[in-house]
């Protein structure tokens, strides 16, 4: 997902191939089988949890920071990690420096599967997150 | 010997070494070699052009510095121009673009490396490249293979 707002760059929603299996497994479940066969299903059900799960975290950093950040419509892709983020780190290889990850586990029942979110904010975005969050940093010290 | 190349490096070595480099996305593994001293050389290029971005010290990251490297190396190695031959893996798009006009930095590379090949008059013999897959590649100096492995696919030789 492409950011804009406040704070623009790159959103990635990162999951195991076991774990796009257990979640198969999981809407499999919820749909009684009428959907086990068609990866297209799953892969449009795990965009619409990466949907989401952005807007929530980004309403967080929002609350924390007062920065506003909209996310695009989510795209996916089954291959190589770092194919995957191969052209944000290329089109920001030469400025950016560090990126957010932000480690999930959700437990639904008794299965369990892992994500990761990167926020790769552009250069420009990345000072403005960071002292804004400096800046609330410094009013927890005070109060 | 096996070496691996990561996204902004190159390396040069000769038969029997095995060169190999994970993880192609946009970025795009230009190989050249020299089937008479079995000599040759992988650039992992992440950028096409060196002029339009601060060169700094990685010269194996844009596509001119990159090939102009691999040929001086070659060169030292005793290579001559006429018998260099090319191969070009990646410059995919992984996500499709709502905006079809949108020119991936994938494709610039593919054209940016071929427009410089051509100038040095170095045939391209063998190439994989664009769609949306991700790709990954060994090179084998003894026959200056290039072997693309493909995820859920079986390697092919180009």
Request: charged share 20%.
């Amino acid at each position: 997902m492409d950011l804009v707002g406040d704070v623009t760059g790159t959103l990635y929603m990162l999951l195991s191939r076991d774990d796009f299996e257990k979640i198969s497994i999981l809407i499999k479940n919820i749909s009684h089988g009428e959907m086990s066969d068609d990866e297209n299903y799953t892969l449009s059900t795990v965009a619409e949890i990466g949907n989401v799960l952005a807007g929530v975290y980004l309403t967080s950093i929002h609350d924390f920071s007062s920065l506003t950040i909209y996310h695009t419509i989510p795209c996916t892709a089954v291959d190589m990690i770092q194919s995957i983020i191969d052209e944000t780190l290329v089109n920001l290889s030469k400025t950016v420096p560090d990126i957010f990850i932000f480690i999930n586990e959700f437990v639904i029942k008794t299965l369990s599967f892992k994500m990761y979110l990167l926020l790769i904010p552009s250069p420009d975005s990345f000072d403005r997150l960071v002292s804004s969050l400096q800046t609330i940093r410094r009013g927890i010290h005070d109060s | 010997m096996i070496r691996e190349v990561h996204m902004g490096e190159g390396f040069i070595s000769k038969s029997p070494d095995i060169i190999m480099s994970q993880g192609l996305g946009s970025c795009v593994v230009v190989t050249i070699y020299d089937s008479r001293n079995k000599i040759g050389g992988l650039a992992h290029v992440m950028l096409p052009d060196s002029k339009r971005y601060e060169p700094g010290m990685v010269p194996y990251k844009y596509a001119d510095t990159a090939i102009l490297y691999l040929l001086e190396g070659l060169k030292a190695g005793l290579s001559e121009k006429p018998y260099l031959i090319a191969k070009l893996v990646g410059g995919a798009q992984m996500f499709k673009k709502l905006d079809q006009t949108d020119v991936g930095i994938g494709i610039q590379n593919i054209k940016a490396i071929k427009r410089i090949l051509q100038n040095e008059k170095i045939p391209v013999v063998g190439e994989d490249i664009g769609g949306h897959v991700g790709r990954s590649v060994e090179f084998h100096l003894e026959f200056g293979t290039l072997f693309v492995i493909k995820i859920g696919e079986n390697p092919r030789s180009i």
